[in-house]
């Protein structure tokens, strides 16, 4: 058993996340001030009745503004309900706000990085002890903790291992009315080449609307589940 997984992103019209790498996503909402992704997350979070947000290092140490991240209220200083969940494999984080903070770790990640959860009493889940943290096995130990609904806010690299692997079972969209392009831009969905066309995804469009500052938002059901 594992929770229902809805990504909720915020792209450009090209797909791209932030305006460069190692962009912060705000950039956005600086030169246009209606076009705030913050915002819009925290409405959808509430409308899709999610338990949890889950996302990955790539997008904290990226995205320092993230509610979450930065601290226990959002950007309108409106408190910050839901736990945060942060796939951290390679232990790249030094956290500093821990409160309803899980993160999710290989079990033989680096000793230095175990201690560092240890000292501060972070919630932890330990899934798999390969090169990569066991995805499934993470969300089965989600599953078990009584989560049932969860929003994947991830970076491009961790959206795509969701995508490939087929743990995402809805996508939500807005899609801002900008071009950003750049040849290492991350995007929504970032994973290797296809080796063959069949291995597209293939979705079936649930809803779509207009959103703020001149977005289009679209909601789509994942038809193919590769695992």
Not at 1 to 15: C, E, H, K, N, Q
Not at 28 to 46: F, N
Not at 213 to 221: A, N
Request: charged share 20%; proline share 6%.
């Amino acid at each position: 058993m594992r929770p229902t997984v809805l990504m909720i992103m915020s792209a450009s019209v090209d797909g791209r996340i932030t305006t460069g790498p190692g962009r912060n996503v705000d950039e956005w909402s600086v030169r246009w001030p209606d076009r705030g992704a913050p915002q819009l997350l925290r409405t959808w979070l509430d409308r899709w009745g999610v338990d949890g947000v889950m996302s990955g290092s790539e997008s904290v140490l990226i995205w320092s503004a993230h509610p979450a991240a930065a601290g226990a209220a959002d950007h309108q200083g409106e408190p910050w309900p839901w736990p945060y969940i942060v796939f951290d494999g390679r232990g790249r984080i030094t956290w500093g706000q821990t409160a309803g903070l899980i993160v999710v770790t290989r079990a033989n990640v680096a000793n230095a990085y175990r201690e560092q959860l240890g000292r501060q009493g972070i919630d932890t889940v330990w899934a798999g002890t390969g090169e990569h943290i066991d995805v499934g096995g993470a969300l089965d130990q989600l599953y078990r903790r009584g989560f049932r609904r969860l929003a994947l806010n991830g970076g491009g690299r961790l959206n795509g291992v969701f995508l490939r692997t087929g743990w995402v079972d809805e996508l939500l969209v807005a899609w801002e009315p900008v071009l950003v392009g750049g040849e290492t831009t991350p995007t929504i969905y970032d994973a290797a080449d296809l080796a063959s066309p069949t291995s597209m995804i293939a979705l079936e469009r649930l809803g779509a609307g207009p959103g703020p500052g001149g977005s289009v938002w679209g909601h789509y059901h994942v038809l193919d589940h590769q695992h």
